[in-house]
């Protein structure tokens, strides 16, 4: 299982035998937004646990991370929140291996996480019509026909 987190978004893909079995990716919700790279990176372990529960309960697998600190994750000695002692919680029914995996190589999680960051740059760039119509009038090859149009 490889995961990634992104300032909106979080990703992941299971695979076996280096074949993908399935994918996740969510928008971050407005109140995560402002969790730290960490606190991300932890969610999108216990979400895509969660999400992918009924095909890794029971069952040995490698959990490739790309955030440096989340080695630490199995020998926290002290948990900070509740928020962490509940995840921490959960990750212990699974028993998987920790592998660290550079950003550049988790290509397929990082782009997942970046999904809703497209989708979000793709809604933002769509204006309304009555903006459009409001720009006729500056087009050099539409203002012609726009002020004959205007003016019948």
Known sequence: MECDASGIGIGAVLS???WPVA???EKLSDA???WSTYDKEFYIVFRTLKHWEH???GKVFILYYDHQAFKYLNSQKRINSNMHARWTTFLQKFP???VQKSGVQNR????????ATLLTMLRSELIGFEELKE????????AKAWSKVQNR
Not at 108 to 115: E, G, K, M, N, T
């Open 55 to 57: 095909y890794l309960i």
């Open 135 to 142: 720009q006729y009038v500056d087009d050099e090859d539409f």
């Open 108 to 115: 397929v999680a990082d782009a997942l996480s970046r999904r």
């Open 16 to 18: 076996q035998e280096k």
């Open 23 to 25: 994918y996740f990716s």
């Open 32 to 34: 995560s937004w402002s």
């Open 96 to 98: 998987f291996k920790l």
